[in-house]
């Protein structure tokens, strides 16, 4: 499924943690969709060559690492007993960075790579890098990658007996997501597609700062996108393998309720456009001359307009429960309470305001088939809705 405006920016990295039942090994196993053996608990990994499409995979060490740091199933289980002896022990940070669909996928290979040697082996970091497709059930511009970190430096031949700690301050984290977002922004430049760089470069931000920056360029679609959008959160490995197998869980069942409150946002915002446009078609068909004719043209204003308010109250009715911050329009009286609308009738109400939008269109005609007598353009037709969903996802 596509949805409509879109920042495929995502960076997150978090520690794997013993506490929390969490392996290197077995996490590298998903990312790179293979089968590991783990020394530690002394059993192989799940198979996961079979969980979705590996568009590229690579390890990137410091110049002069030791030869088995390319082999993914002796590097995890290194990094795993250097914390053996920890019952919270981290043995690594996984990554997971979102990448443009712009780009195709030589450029997202290159971006990609040169974010792994730069940020990271040069700074004495191990990162093992696998690329994933957009799952065939979701947003076929999720494109993505899995990082996969060391936690200690080299020491000759091995791993440390220390941890390197400034590679765990909040403020190491902001810098890699700047740095993300700096070199999504080039690549999409080099690309020629300079709308979506700007967006890139200002990925790393909140919402309401790239709002703020949106409307400071006069990118008003993507900033009108942002305007109170909820924050969407990865599924993680667990959720995602549920799903896949057709179960659910309360993280899922979070995720899919943000989702859906944003995109109701989304079509109110897209109303509020097309409810704009028929109030400049309305003004326009009162006046004398035009290059319109409109078979009682007030009245079916007017009527369309209505409707479309109806639509846009009931889904405020919808969305007001969640208390996610939005600021309804109120309707002309209170309607009594109602229960929200079940998906399937939600869906029949968006396709009847399909229906009556193409209906209205057909309303309009020319008076010359050949174009206004003056030679200008001046036609207008309803506004079309628009807006969509970031986050990678999210």
Request: net charge positive; glycine share 10%.
């Amino acid at each position: 499924m596509t949805r409509g405006v879109i920042c495929g920016y995502h960076c997150t990295a978090k520690p794997l943690s013993f506490g929390k039942g969490q392996s290197a090994v077995h996490t590298a196993a998903y990312n790179a969709r293979e089968r590991l053996y783990q020394e530690l608990e002394g059993r192989a990994s799940r198979d996961y060559s079979r969980e979705g499409e590996v568009l590229f995979k690579g390890i990137f060490a410091p110049d002069g690492a030791p030869e088995w740091t390319q082999d993914r199933q002796e590097l995890w289980n290194r990094a795993e007993a250097a914390e053996r002896q920890k019952k919270n022990g981290q043995p690594a940070r996984n990554m997971i960075v979102g990448l443009p669909h712009e780009l195709n996928q030589q450029e997202r290979e290159w971006m990609l790579k040169d974010f792994a040697r730069e940020t990271f082996a040069r700074k004495g970091m191990i990162a093992d890098v696998a690329m994933h497709a957009p799952d065939a059930k979701g947003d076929e511009r999720n494109y993505h990658a899995h990082i996969l970190l060391t936690m200690r430096k080299l020491d000759g031949e091995e791993f440390a007996k220390t941890k390197c700690r400034e590679w765990n301050q909040k403020e190491q984290l902001a810098e890699w997501r700047e740095q993300w977002a700096s070199k999504g922004a080039k690549a999409l430049h080099r690309a020629g597609h300079p709308v979506a760089a700007e967006r890139w470069r200002h990925g790393h931000k909140t919402y309401a700062e790239q709002r703020a920056a949106a409307l400071e360029r006069g990118d008003n679609e993507f900033a009108e996108s942002l305007g109170n959008r909820e924050p969407t959160f990865h599924k993680g490995v667990k959720s995602t393998a549920l799903e896949r197998s057709g179960g659910s869980n309360e993280r899922l069942e979070r995720l899919k309720e943000v989702i859906e409150r944003n995109d109701i946002r989304l079509e109110m915002s897209a109303l509020d456009r097309e409810v704009a446009e028929l109030e400049r078609q309305r003004a326009r068909g009162t006046g004398s001359g035009g290059d319109l004719e409109w078979t009682d043209r007030a009245g079916m204003v007017a009527q369309q307009h209505s409707a479309m308010k109806a639509f846009r109250d009931l889904r405020t009715e919808q969305l007001a429960p969640s208390g996610a911050g939005v600021t309804p329009t109120p309707p002309a009286s209170k309607p009594e309470a109602a229960e929200p609308a079940p998906a399937d009738k939600q869906a029949e109400m968006t396709d009847a305001r399909a229906e009556r939008l193409a209906k209205l269109q057909k309303m309009f005609k020319r008076k010359d088939e050949s174009g206004p007598e003056d030679g200008n353009d001046n036609s207008h037709s309803p506004g079309r809705g628009g807006g969509g969903r970031g986050g990678r996802t999210r």
